[in-house]
Nanobody
Framework: VQLQASGGGSVQAGGSLSLSCAASGGTFSRYNMAWFRQAPGKEREFVAGINRSRSTTIYADFVKGRFTISRDNDKKTVYLQMNDLKPEDTAVYYC????????????????????WGQGTQVTVSS
C-alpha cells in the first residue's frame, strides 16, 4: 500500500491544522493506522492511532484533548485534526499502516508498521 500525507504547514501557537493521509493499493480496512512525528535531532514518536474498525483510538499523552485521529475506510484516508498547537508540536508528521488482524491492538512502536507516508512538515511559531 502507498501512503500520501498532506495538510502540513505553518501556524501560530493556538492554531489548528488538519492532516490527511490517502492510501492506494491494498485493502485499507485491513490496516491499523497511526500518525507519528519526528522533530530534528529526535527519534520518531507515536502521536495517535486508530484500529481497522474505527472502534478504538489511542493517543500520546502530550496530544490528548488537542488532537483527534479518524479514518474513512471508503475513502481510504486517515486524518489527524490538530487543535491548540504548541511550538513543541513542530515536526515532520508521518502516517503509517500496520497490516493487522481484526482484534490486534494498536501499536505505539515504529517496528510493527509496514508502510509509511513521505511525511508532512508542521511548524508552530510562538
Amino acid at each position: 500500500v502507498q501512503l500520501q500525507a498532506s495538510g502540513g504547514g505553518s501556524v501560530q501557537a493556538g492554531g489548528s491544522l488538519s492532516l490527511s493521509c490517502a492510501a492506494s493499493g491494498g485493502t485499507f480496512s485491513r490496516y491499523n493506522m497511526a500518525w507519528f512525528r519526528q522533530a530534528p535531532g529526535k527519534e520518531r514518536e507515536f502521536v495517535a492511532g486508530i484500529n481497522r474498525s474505527r472502534s478504538t483510538t489511542i493517543y500520546a499523552d502530550f496530544v490528548k484533548g488537542r488532537f483527534t485521529i479518524s479514518r474513512d475506510n471508503d475513502k481510504k484516508t486517515v486524518y489527524l485534526q490538530m487543535n491548540d498547537l504548541k511550538p513543541e508540536d513542530t515536526a515532520v508528521y508521518y502516517c503509517a499502516a500496520d497490516h493487522a488482524i481484526l482484534t490486534a491492538p494498536i501499536s505505539r512502536e515504529v517496528g510493527p508498521y509496514d508502510y509509511w507516508g513521505q511525511g508532512t512538515q508542521v511548524t508552530v511559531s510562538s
